[in-house]
Nanobody, 121 residues
Framework: QVQLVESGGGLVQPGGSLRLTCTAT????????MGWFRQAPGKQREMVAR???????AYGDSVKGRFTISRDSAKTTAYLQMNNLKPEDTAVYYC???????????????WGQGSQVTVSA
């Protein structure tokens, strides 16, 4: 059973930093994409950052220059370093990955449980 386990959310003051971690566990053959989406109350879920198998990265316009996504050498854990946080970054952050398990011929979409990030004075 493949799972994504998230950690690292919390409460921070404007201008502060947080780091989110997402680890893929289970019978994994290959991971194509790992990244984060976020959803604030009353708003649609939006892409925050993603990293693909070639280590190419992409970011949402609102976080460019402030957030950095990276992966460990095993490419099963992704990190989202969030700097200069703003109140508008407040949301639930969901880790997402496209993973092919040992029991499947295709990539499946997986989601983490979500991490609350609150930016407030």
């Amino acid at each position: 059973q493949v799972q994504l386990v998230e950690s690292g959310g919390g409460l921070v003051q404007p201008g502060g930093s947080l780091r989110l971690t997402c680890t893929a566990t289970g019978s994994i053959s290959s991971i194509n994409v790992m990244g984060w989406f976020r959803q604030a109350p009353g708003k649609q879920r939006e892409m925050v950052a993603r990293i693909v198998s070639s280590d190419t990265t992409a970011y949402g316009d609102s976080v460019k220059g402030r957030f950095t996504i990276s992966r460990d050498s095993a490419k099963t854990t992704a990190y989202l370093q969030m700097n200069n946080l703003k109140p508008e970054d407040t949301a639930v952050y969901y880790c997402h990955a496209l993973i092919r398990s040992h029991s499947s011929d295709s990539y499946q979409s997986y989601w983490g449980q979500g991490s609350q990030v609150t930016v407030s004075a």
